[in-house]
């Protein structure tokens, strides 16, 4: 049967920002999905509010709506675009709950929009615990038993159903505390009566502990006529306990014989069928008894996921493309395979190589939280490695993981000789980002697997193979360099080892051992990802090395550039440079130039074999792209797109004469070598905040005399904000100086004057080397202080005056031609009062490249490669700045919710995961959209609670003003209230929590609170300021941290009692740029 | 242990062996499962075969004593990328290693699998010496091509049963009929008829070479013809039996068993470049328009084109259109090329066994 020809128009439902379990892999699968329906000549409308992402490029739908993905606006898009259907499940958790939000309203049938691939029903099917469980007993399947208790009575009698041990959750608890594992009625009662008592709804969840069961993975497909494949299993080899998305995990399953991978099978083809997925891809979890192999289903998921995504990377098999192909009609069996191009879709992939997926997380931007991975994902980002073996995988991927490990150990970065053993096992019981290192400490002390199995839950074979990685490590040591021969040096190769393992196994340098390697012709051979395990000829170039006999690679004579990605995303580099890095292939590929992506993220549009001519899915280190370049040798090689990673490889490439197109390394150099930077600012007459260097605390405590508190403090080996402060008064400078490794090293400590209530401001700029175009200026909303990532920003500038805007602009244009800038340039300006200071100059793409491509419908990204390639900027006819007459607001988005104990507090260590964007024609509506957008609901009534520290109290006032004025009622502790009422602003006191009850706690939990501004110091000075932000995430109840950030949400709730909200296009909004 | 490899196009590549000292001839094909390495070793259809799996890394969960195809092994080497030593898995009794061993199989690994299938995907199944005592390239490549190979040898021989037995079931089919099924062993493997049995067959499997008339003589309700390994064209006097038997009692041939059907109603096989075995080979049902994801294992293929047109296709390959099943219009015989008995592969086949209970009720 063909497609579907009653259908004209088509919804999708994006996932919005990148948060912790909602990432790029959205993005891919989004973008593919459109890509798709359009070939089929859909007429595709999209809403996503994430402005980062390739699916919201105007080029691609045909109708792109970057509004909040709200019921509301879902709504209106619907009325206004009437479509045909609606496929809701590309979006994540947050489509899915969307599109069910918008069908329990009525307005699909009203406006006879039909719901695609999976209905209301199938969803609540899958998502509803109760009707899952159901489900799963109708078909003969065992779910863990579980039940929601409110008295201690219903707990013990629910227990005994339930059989133990028994996970004990109470609902509701601040900071998530409370709860365990009971393997007894004694415990049970003990950690029931516990647990009612903290939980503030009287509530705690019980369930079936499957701690220490393997757990697995199918990617399922389906068509219309019931045709179902399995795409891929995947094995965790964290056992169950730790969210797959925190588990390491690898593909295809590993330690299941034939028998029980298809008991599995049957399962989840039962499963895809009894839900009723009609057409379209699931991911089904399951449990495995490691003792007996008794089979659970965990979950089912009704939609493309991240596990689908990794599928699609680690087969070659396109899940979302295809689901999308089988939601309007097609059958699997119609669809041809893009990469054998003579064989179908209907069909199961076949691989012939390992791969391993290793979770990144960003623990170091919460030291508060406990590193302790449970049922809750904590990772940002994730890399995936391609092997011939697990080993060479597996160290494949520990390097992938721009931790600067270079493998499993080995490699000088951590000695743990001194660990208290019981510490070890420690280490090994607690699940934790930490606990690979100590698994190999483990096995180079020589501990028993089985002892290692029974602390870990890891499955054996997992250890033995890693077993047999130290093992040969220190064979590799006790051979030393000239134990290397050919035929050992190819052995641990194929083991995996990189060769900074190996120079500092032998005490050698890496270019030692490369050009040892080299010497002996022992390079990497490229192997193919091929769906098919090399049974069919394959066209698609999707790449991964592997030391092996026969190297596969086809090498052009065309022009080629090879484009480095930016490796797993973590806080500080996501999807932003992702895209950058996709326009950069995309504008190669329009000047006919060969693109070649070497990327390790299988979340990202970057390494979708579609998106460039060839793909590399390998580590980002020096020594596997020089491996690629030797192979490929590209005619230029672009490093400023992919964020740090590629950057930090620009001078070591350089070095072995690697052609860097764009601006110079040297340029890099000079704009981040602190010295030079400030000679090249006096050079220009351009003015930075003061500034000093220290080794030790006395040099530390002169230099903020000189500067003046407060001062940002800062180690100057780090980028990105982390470990970075701001400095009130000495005490302070003390504290900072005591951190370990501050004082007292080769890498002195940076101090700069804060400038404090400065407004920061973001530009982005192209330069092809003769003229600078500045592509968009952006006033940050919070002010200096706040990492330039976690802050809101607006363009055009709402507040500067029109004569700062042009001296910004002459400062960037000034800087871009004395650093010599051809391609990006990104500069943070600081303004405060009429004086300009110039923070940081980045040239490089930046995180706002695609917001302020969006915001101006300028792709920046694409013109800055072809600048790059030579091409002039009156050439591509972009001369000129463009005008804007709407606004667009970036709002971040953090992830304090996954974590417990964190404060929400912005400073300068940026937090947020992902950004969203709010566009409209007035600068209200569009900063109500943001916050929208970002989750944060906009009160139209009731009581704000404002606590803010003494030197706010002022400046509140002007706010808690205007909510009066909006009819909100003001609720204050006792200072803050004191100074509102000396100016006339009428509120009511609140006790803080130390003051006794009732206090704002209560009112919290008796939802009389509907917004809470809260400012502190600093850092957590009083627990009840932190209590009350914490409540404020907990009980979801909109809150702000800054004064400025509550302006511009009192800014919002004005525009939108003014006027409803409104959607529109960003085609439509491009069309009044000038 | 150092090993070579000689194949019959000249090429040489080397391994190590993980079973000890060993020495095979045979004819070289790949596996694509990536699960199941000891049903396939177990399955009689390889026999003169050398097998090496597409996925790289085997023996991560053992041998079991459950998992047994035939009491055998029948290729006469396995050749791997990267042998696992330490299985994991509840059911495990023994090591891949020790399996081998046991029954002097050659074991290798070391060797880059996707250079060899590649090589015969282009060359097609070649013929191919493995050794660890020839250590010369060259007179491993000579001894190859001085193989005289599998085509029109009788493979059968070598692995039917020698006496009829009847199958004691593992498990008990439920209290419904009992059909009287005969089973002719051309190489069968044991979930042919563990299938059979649950479906309420009692079996007696005969040697290959068992007259017509004393398959008739036990007076079955149905007659099934099992896979087996080399050319169908190779096997001496079984073409006739079959032939004589159709119309007599429902039918139901699987692989070679099917090839045979196809040979006894006078059409012809041909023998594929390099086979089709796996277990992600995609079948459409013709009378249903389904597609079901089948375990294959086969070199040889029935020619739709010399095929009477009192013959239906049934079922065809959807990735290269090669006939996978057929049945008879007017008599109550069909089947099919891959192993809806799967072990190892997927289980979405196994509805053929339903209707091969359907056919002997219809008939009965």
């Keep these: 049967m063909p497609k579907r020809t009653d259908l004209k128009k088509i919804l999708i439902i994006g996932s919005g920002p990148i948060i912790i379990s909602q990432a790029c892999e959205f993005d891919y699968s989004g973008a593919q999905a459109v890509k798709a329906l359009k070939e089929e000549g859909y007429e595709v409308v999209l809403i996503n509010s994430n402005p980062a992402t390739i699916m919201t490029d105007p080029g691609l739908a045909d109708r792109t709506y970057i509004e909040p993905i709200t019921p509301e606006c879902v709504i209106k898009v619907i009325e206004r675009e009437r479509p045909d259907a609606l496929l809701p499940t590309l979006g994540g958790q947050t489509g899915l709950n969307t599109a069910i939000r918008v069908a329990e309203t009525g307005i699909l049938e009203q406006y006879g929009v039909e719901m695609l691939a999976a209905d209301i029903d199938v969803i609540r099917k899958a998502e509803g615990r109760e009707e899952f469980r159901d489900a799963m007993k109708r078909i003969g399947l065992n779910v863990p038993e579980s039940a929601i208790v409110h008295t201690l009575d219903e707990a013990m009698a629910a227990g005994e159903e339930i059989g133990f041990p028994i996970i004990v959750r109470p609902s509701f608890t601040l900071g998530g505390t409370g709860g365990g594992v009971a393997y007894n009625r004694r415990e049970l009662q003990e950690l029931c009566t516990a647990g009612l008592d903290l939980s503030m709804t009287t509530e705690i969840m019980l369930e079936r502990s499957l701690l220490g069961w393997k757990e697995y993975e199918l990617e399922v497909m389906r068509d219309k006529n019931d045709n179902v494949v399995i795409i891929c299993s995947i094995e965790n080899f964290d056992a169950m306990g730790v969210h797959t998305g925190d588990s390491i995990t690898v593909a295809p399953a590993q330690t299941l014989s034939d028998r029980e991978y298809q008991q599995m099978r049957d399962a989840a083809i039962a499963i895809i069928r009894e839900i009723g997925v009609e057409t379209g891809g699931s991911n089904v979890q399951f449990a495995v008894n490691p003792a007996d192999g008794e089979l659970m289903v965990i979950e089912m998921n009704p939609r493309v996921s991240r596990s689908s995504a990794l599928a699609s990377k680690a087969t070659g098999f396109p899940i979302a493309k295809i689901a999308a192909k089988l939601a309007i009609g097609y059958t699997l069996d119609e669809i041809k395979n893009d990469i054998t191009r003579e064989t179908y879709a209907a069909f199961e992939p076949t691989i012939d190589y390992c791969v391993v997926k290793i979770p990144r997380w960003t623990f170091e931007k919460f030291p508060e939280a406990d590193d302790l991975l449970t049922t809750a994902m904590k990772s940002v980002g994730e890399t995936m490695a391609i092997g011939r073996t697990f080993k060479e995988a597996f160290q494949k991927g520990m390097r992938s993981l721009e931790t600067g490990r270079m493998g499993f150990g080995f490699d000088g970065r951590e000695d743990m000789t001194a660990l208290d053993p019981d510490d070890l096992e420690i280490g090994l019981t607690r699940p934790s980002s930490r606990r690979i290192a100590f698994l190999f400490e483990a096995l180079r002390r020589g501990m028993d697997i089985g002892r290692i199995n029974e602390l870990s839950h890891i499955d054996p074979w997992f250890l033995h193979n890693l077993r047999q990685i130290v093992d040969k490590g220190e064979e590799i040591r006790q051979r030393g360099f000239a134990g290397l021969d050919p035929e050992f040096l190819f052995e641990v190769k194929q083991y995996g080892f990189s060769d900074v393992q190996l120079a500092w196994l032998t005490g050698t340098s890496e270019d030692d051992i490369r050009d040892l390697r080299v010497k002996n012709d022992l390079v990497p051979a490229y192997k193919l990802v091929d769906t098919c395990a090399a049974e069919f000829e394959s066209y698609t170039p999707y790449y991964y090395s592997a030391y092996e006999q026969e190297d596969e690679a086809r090498i052009s004579d065309r022009k080629k550039i090879m484009i480095l990605g930016g490796g797993p995303n973590r806080i500080g580099q996501g999807i932003e440079f992702d895209y950058c890095c996709v326009h950069a292939s995309f504008a190669l590929r329009e000047i006919g130039v060969e693109s070649i992506m070497v990327n390790s993220n299988p979340e990202t549009v970057s390494t979708d074999y579609d998106t460039s001519d060839k793909l590399y899915f390998e580590p980002l280190t020096r020594e596997d792209v020089l491996n690629i370049i030797e192979r490929e040798k590209p005619d230029g090689v672009i490093v400023q797109f992919g964020g740090q990673t590629p950057l930090n490889l620009a001078v070591p490439l350089a070095s072995r004469g690697v052609p860097i197109i764009g601006t110079p390394p040297d340029a890099i150099d000079r704009a981040e070598d602190r010295k030079r930077f400030q000679q090249f600012l006096q050079k220009l007459g351009l003015r930075q905040p003061d500034n000093d260097t220290a080794h030790t605390l006395e040099e530390a405590l002169a230099a903020a005399e000189k500067i003046g508190y407060p001062v940002v403090m800062r180690p100057s080996y780090v980028l990105g904000g982390r470990d970075m402060r701001i400095v009130y008064n000495e005490e302070g400078i003390r504290e900072f100086m005591a951190i370990p490794g501050m004082a007292g090293t080769e890498h002195p400590v940076l101090l700069d004057q804060f400038l404090k209530d400065a407004i920061e401001v973001d530009v982005d700029a192209v330069s092809d080397g003769r003229i600078t175009v500045i592509g968009g200026i952006m006033e940050h909303i919070e002010e200096a202080g706040i990492h330039s990532g976690d802050s809101a920003c607006v363009l055009p500038p709402h507040t500067l005056s029109p004569a700062m805007v042009e001296e910004i602009s002459r400062a960037t244009r000034a800087m871009a031609e004395e650093l010599g800038v051809v391609g990006l340039m990104n500069v943070q300006f600081a303004v405060k009062g009429e004086d300009l200071y110039v923070l940081e100059v980045n040239p490089r793409a930046s995180r706002t490249v695609p917001f302020v491509s969006k915001a101006t419908g300028v792709p920046l990204a694409k013109i800055a490669t072809k600048v790059m390639m030579g091409m002039s900027l009156a050439e591509l006819g972009f001369t000129g700045e463009k005008e804007v007459h709407h606004w667009a607001v970036k709002e971040a988005v953090f992830p304090f919710d996954r974590f417990e104990n964190v404060d929400t507090l912005l400073g300068p260590e940026m937090k947020s995961t992902g950004e969203v964007m709010g566009i409209d024609d007035t600068l209200g509506l569009a900063m109500a959209k943001s916050q929208q957008a970002a989750g944060q609901e906009l009160p139209q009534s009731g009581n704000v609670f404002i606590s803010v520290r003494g030197d706010d109290k002022d400046a509140v006032a002007p706010v808690a003003e205007k909510l009066v004025h909006l009819g909100f009622h003001i609720l204050a502790t006792r200072g803050t209230a004191r100074r509102l009422e000396e100016l006339g602003i009428e509120c009511t006191r609140v006790n803080k929590i130390s003051q006794g009850r009732p206090h704002i706690l209560d009112k919290v939990q008796d939802g009389e609170v509907q917004w809470i501004i809260n400012t502190s110091s600093g850092k957590r000075t009083t627990e009840d300021s932190y209590t009350i932000r914490r409540a404020a995430l907990d009980f979801h109840i909109p809150y702000t941290t800054t004064i400025s950030g509550a302006f511009s949400m009192a800014q919002g709730i004005m525009a939108l009692r003014k006027q409803e909200i409104g959607v529109k296009t960003v085609q439509e909004f491009s069309k009044d740029i000038d | ?364």
């Design chain 2, 1 to 364: 242990m150092k090993v070579l490899i000689g194949l019959e196009d000249g090429t040489v590549m080397s391994g190590r062996s993980f079973t000890g000292p060993g020495e095979a001839v045979g004819e070289i094909v790949f596996n694509t499962s990536m699960s199941g390495y000891q049903e396939v070793l177990t399955d009689p259809s390889y026999a003169g075969q050398l097998v090496t799996m597409t996925y790289p890394l085997i023996g991560n969960y053992g041998v079991n004593d459950e998992d047994m195809e035939s009491s055998a092994i029948h290729p006469r080497a396995f050749l791997v990328r990267e042998y696992q030593g330490m299985p994991s898995n509840h059911r495990a009794t023994s090591t891949l290693a020790d399996f081998l061993r046991r029954f002097d199989i050659l074991g290798v690994e070391g060797i880059d699998t996707r250079m060899l299938t590649r090589i015969i995907r282009n060359q097609g199944a070649m013929k191919c010496v493995i050794s660890t005592r020839d250590l010369d390239g060259e007179s491993l490549v000579r001894r190859a091509r001085e193989w005289s190979g599998l085509v029109g040898r009788d493979m059968v021989a070598g692995v039917t049963t020698e006496a009829p037995f009847d199958w004691q079931p593992d498990q008990c089919g439920g209290a419904g009929r009992r059909w009287r099924v005969v089973a002719y062993d051309f190489g069968i493997k044991w979930n042919q008829l563990r299938l059979l049995s649950r479906r309420g067959c009692d079996v007696r499997v005969v040697p290959a070479t068992t007259p017509a008339e004393e398959v008739l003589a036990l007076a079955p309700d149905g007659i099934f013809l099992s896979n087996g390994p080399g050319d169908p064209a190779g096997v001496a006097g079984v073409v006739e039996n079959v032939r004589s038997l159709l119309g007599k009692k429902p039918i139901f041939g699987i692989c070679l068993g099917h090839q045979i059907l196809g040979l006894a109603y006078g059409g012809a096989t041909y023998k594929l470049k390099f086979g089709h075995r796996g277990g992600n080979q995609p079948v459409k049902d013709l009378t249903t328009g389904r597609v079901e994801i089948t375990s294959q294992n086969h070199g040889f293929c029935v020619d739709p084109d010399s095929l009477p047109s009192w013959i239906e296709v049934t079922h065809i390959n959807l990735n290269d259109g090669s006939l996978e099943g057929m049945r008879h219009r007017e008599l109550p015989a069909f089947s099919v090329q891959y192993h809806p008995e799967h072990a190892p592969g997927p289980h979405d086949a196994e509805y053929l066994f339903d209707r091969f209970i359907d056919l002997m009720q219809e008939q009965g």
